[in-house]
Each structure stands twice: as structure tokens, then as C-alpha cells.
């Protein structure tokens, strides 16, 4: 794949608007660096009070695009609906009103109203009635509201058709056609659409004026030599999935995205406290500190580099052994330039994706667009991934038997042989040793089930304080009768370490309190509830 330049995805910046103060805090608050594309073309002709036909799929940031104009335009000495949008879906329409909540965070006097099926009617009169500027709803309910008289429309100004396509192969058009005649004929019209078939051509036609049409289109993709996995994972507990994916593909270099700079700082931050080399990347930098984080990744002297798409922009790092996409991207072509960052120079490389909640319905849309598939896989287990750890230990064992010069090596071999000791032996040992100088640091309960009769202690000393895995097991075999076989997983962090035990050797350890002597210093044991 030869993505095209970066640089002509879009050229204008939040800077190049007419923004109110408090719309370009809340932006800068959400940490979003530049428009997306769709949001670079549909928002100047949107605030010029245009009419605008969009065709762009979700998660493309399509919401702010739509939405930045409307909450501009909002006048708040009025307590009357101003703007009204409508979406196929309740969780479209929860989706889109959460967004304009976080736009509107420095308008505290804007009211903004999701309406939808599912919810008690009543609920959402009482709020009507306590006065609302913009409502997201779904047709079948905003007609149940204009029939019970408890909606009036006469007094907006704004009307966006938000996934119309869907709209109308849910058969919605006698809906969407009544709700719009309601509406003054001197409103600003807005329609969306991931694609323009005849029917949205007709509607457009019909209550469009002089439409501007924007589109975001790219092209069918491919991309040859990289593995392209998700795994559905709550949003608290994708830092340990990063953390176990590192670890059990023993990956030296690699590229985590996030969509905010404000993500980026957090996650590099949980990164370096659990012990990873790992450096934020984003637009806040200068362009000498931004350089200096870029020699040390290409280096090797970091192993994890979390950056923005725009701070990433240039990136021709060729040993990026993986893409972590820590946040679905906004849009579809982000995806593709992420990707492309691994498997370079005809080397193979891995893309893994991290998806929470709505983001799930962008990832199937990033698919559907670029004609790719990203298969879904199950959260690693414990097994899984000293299983990972076991096969990538076995293949550069391989790799090396192969490469030969091992005649040093095998006189040393020799020399242990007439000890008595067999070749297998030597052999099991040796891996032995290596898997356990390898064993990283992974946390079993965060995003895998519990292990049925097995307890988590937490030992509070870890790297900081000089502690090993090995130096945990000696202590609790050499001051317990608790056999090493009812030891599971040892997770040694910075400050603290979790072990994994037998639940019916725990309270044995637990008796030992903060009498628990590791290398010549006491510290405290305790259960993790």
C-alpha cells in the first residue's frame, strides 16, 4: 500500500474559523488538533448560513461538522427549540447530543435534548417544557411528540437529516417529509449521507436551496503484510490490554493513536509508570522537542511512541513491528495512514485496534469504506499469552539454529553433557531460564474473567524497590509451606506487585502480612477485593 501524501488530506486549522471563544475552548479542551475532512469542508459554507449536502460514512466527525455551526448560531435569550436533528437510531441520537454536550461545555445556557423511542415520553415533555435550544431525535418520536403538541417546530432555524440513507431504508421519508413541512420554509437545511442514491437526490431537491455538496471519498484499500485485528474491550481496561499485547509479542518498536492530545499525555504517562521507554507525540510540542522524542524512537531508546494523526504526519520509522489504534479513528483515512506506518520495506506487521462501546459502529463503517477486513478477536488470556511468548521464544530459537555459527556453543553444551546431563535437559533448562528472564508484566483480573478459585495479592514493593518475579516465588516457598506449582501469575510493576494464587494456599501468604521479606526488606501482603 502507498497511502497518498498526508499532508493534502485537508489544509484548514480550528484558527481559520470564526469561532466563538467558548466553542474553541471546548475543542481545544477535547484535545482535537485540526478539522477532519469532512469538518474542513462542511463547516464554512454551514456558518455562511448555507444549505449543505454531505456525503461522508460515521465516525468521520460528521457530528462537529454539523454542530459547531448550530451552537454558534444559538441565541440563548431565547428559550425556544432552534435547531432540530434527526437520525435513524436512539443510540445515534445519544451519540450525537453527547457530542454537542462536550462542544457545549462553555455554554453552560445551551440545552440541548435527545428524543427518542425507548425512554418515557413523559420524561422527555417535562424537559420540553422546561425550555430546549437543539433536539436530536429519531422521526417516529419527534412525530409522537408533534401529535401530542408537547414539540413545536415553528420557531427553528436549522434542520440537519443525519444518516439520511438510513432514515429512508427504515422508511422514514413520510416521517421525515412531515417533520420538515412544519418547519419554517426560511430554515438552513442540512443533509448527511454515507452514500447519494436517487431517493436523497429527490428530498434534496425538494427541500434543499442551492445546496453546497461535500464530499469525503477515498479509495478501496489494501494493505498487503499487515495482520489487521479488534478486540472489544472496555475503555478502563485498554491500558492493560496495550500492556499485554506488548508483552506477549515481545514488541520492541511500536505506534499507539490516540484522537486527543489530552489521551496521548494521559496514556504515555501510565505507560512510563508501569516501567515501559515510552514518549507522547502531538501538536503541543515544539518542533525541537517534537525531533529530539523522533531520535529516540528511530533509535531504539523508546519503545512506544503515542502520538495524534497530525502530530504523526512523516513517520517513516521502518522496524514499527505494530499499530495500536488505543482510539478508533475519527476517520476512515486516518485508519489507512495508521496502518501504514508497519510492515514497511516488505517486513510483515501487526495492526491492532481497541474498540469501547459506539466505537464498534464506526469500526464496521472504516470496513464497509475501504473494503477491508479486520477480524475480531477474543481478549488474550494468561494462557494465551504465555502461549504468544512459548511460539515467538520457539521461532527465534529456530532462527538461530538455522543461522548457524553455533560450534562455541555446542562445546559448552558438551561440557555439561559429561556431567551426566542429557541434551534435553540442557536444552529445557536453557528455555527455562529465557522465558523466565522474559515474563513481562500483565494484569490478569482487568480484562479477562477471574480465574475460577484462584485469588489476586497485592505486595506493596515492585521495580523501584529492586524487586523480581523470581525474588517474589523465593519468598513465598522459602517462609510457606505453599508449593511453586500453586503460584500462578507475578506481576511486578514500579511501586507494587500482584500474584496469582491457589485460593486454598492464600490465606498462608496472607498470614504472613507485612512480615513478607523480600530481598532483606519487609512489605506488606495483602487481598485484592
Known amino acids: 500500500m502507498t497511502p497518498a501524501p498526508e499532508e493534502t488530506i485537508h489544509t484548514l486549522s ?21 478539522p477532519t475532512p469532512i469538518q474542513a469542508l462542511a463547516i464554512p459554507p454551514l456558518m455562511e448560513g448555507k444549505d449543505v449536502i454531505g456525503q461522508a460514512y460515521t465516525g468521520t466527525g460528521k457530528t462537529a461538522a454539523f454542530g459547531i455551526p448550530i451552537l454558534q448560531q444559538v441565541d440563548t435569550r431565547k428559550s425556544e427549540i432552534q435547531a432540530l436533528v434527526l437520525c435513524p437510531t436512539r443510540e445515534l441520537a445519544i451519540q450525537i447530543a453527547e457530542e454537542l454536550g462536550r462542544l457545549a461545555k462553555f455554554l453552560p445556557d445551551v440545552r440541548v435534548l435527545p428524543i427518542y423511542g425507548g425512554q418515557p415520553i413523559e420524561r422527555q415533555i417535562a424537559a420540553l417544557r422546561k425550555g430546549v435550544h437543539v433536539v436530536i431525535g429519531t422521526p417516529g418520536r419527534i412525530m409522537d411528540h408533534m401529535r401530542r403538541r408537547t414539540l413545536t417546530l415553528s420557531t427553528v ?13 427504515m422508511g ?19 443533509l448527511f449521507s454515507a452514500t447519494i442514491p436517487r431517493e436523497i437526490l429527490e428530498l434534496a431537491g425538494k427541500y434543499l436551496h442551492r445546496p453546497v455538496t461535500v464530499k469525503v471519498v477515498h479509495r478501496q484499500l489494501t494493505v498487503p503484510g499487515v495482520e489487521q485485528v479488534s478486540y472489544e474491550v472496555r475503555e478502563g481496561s485498554k491500558l492493560d490490554l496495550l500492556s499485554r499485547l506488548i508483552d506477549m509479542y515481545n514488541l520492541r518498536l511500536s505506534l499507539v493513536f490516540c484522537n486527543t492530545k489530552r489521551k496521548v499525555d494521559e496514556l504515555t504517562l501510565q505507560l512510563q509508570r508501569r516501567g515501559y521507554g515510552a514518549e507522547a507525540l502531538h501538536g503541543d510540542l515544539t518542533q525541537g522537542q517534537r525531533d529530539r522524542v523522533m531520535a529516540k524512537f528511530r533509535s531504539g531508546a523508546i519503545e512506544i511512541l503515542v502520538a495524534t494523526d497530525v502530530a504523526a504526519r512523516g513517520i517513516d520509522v521502518e522496524d514499527i513491528e505494530a499499530v495500536f489504534n488505543y482510539d478508533v479513528p475519527q476517520d476512515e ?7 501504514g506506518r508497519t510492515g514497511r ?34 481478549l488474550p488470556s494468561a494462557t494465551d499469552a504465555e502461549e504468544m511468548r512459548i511460539t515467538l521464544l520457539l521461532n527465534n530459537v529456530k532462527e538461530a539454529a538455522d543461522a548457524g555459527g553455533l560450534e562455541t556453543y555446542s562445546h559448552l553444551v558438551e561440557r555439561i553433557l559429561r556431567q551426566d546431563y542429557t541434551s534435553l535437559d540442557v536444552a529445557a533448562a536453557l528455555l527455562k531460564m529465557l522465558l523466565e528472564k522474559e515474563c513481562g508484566s500483565m494484569d490478569l483480573n482487568e480484562i479477562a474473567p477471574a480465574t475460577p478459585g484462584i485469588v489476586r495479592l497485592r505486595i506493596d514493593g515492585g521495580r523501584i524497590h529492586g524487586i523480581r518475579a523470581k525474588d517474589i516465588l ?50 506488606r501482603v495483602s487481598r485484592v477485593l
Open 345 to 378: 520495506a516488505g517486513k510483515g506487521g501487526r495492526a491492532f485496534t481497541f474498540v469501547s462501546g459506539s466505537e464498534m459502529y464506526k469500526l464496521r463503517e472504516i470496513q464497509r469504506y475501504a473494503n477491508i477486513s479486520i477480524a475480531p478477536r477474543p
Open 333 to 339: 483515512e486516518y485508519y489507512v495512514h495508521r496502518i
Open 157 to 169: 432555524s436549522v434542520v440537519v437529516l443525519d444518516e439520511a440513507d438510513e432514515m429512508l431504508d
Open 14 to 34: 480550528f484558527d481559520d474559523l470564526s469561532l466563538t471563544d467558548e466553542v474553541r475552548r471546548a475543542i481545544k479542551d477535547m484535545g482535537f488538533e485540526e
Open 474 to 523: 523465593g519468598a513465598i516457598t522459602g517462609e510457606t509451606n505453599v508449593p511453586g506449582g500453586a503460584i500462578g501469575n507475578i506481576d511486578v510493576r514500579d511501586s507494587e506487585s500482584y500474584i496469582d494464587v491457589r485460593g486454598d494456599v492464600a490465606v498462608a501468604i496472607l498470614a504472613m502480612n507485612d512480615k513478607m521479606t523480600i530481598r532483606r526488606r519487609p512489605f
Open 172 to 190: 422514514f421519508r413520510d416521517d421525515i417529509e412531515t417533520i420538515v413541512r412544519d418547519v419554517p420554509k426560511s430554515r438552513q437545511m442540512v
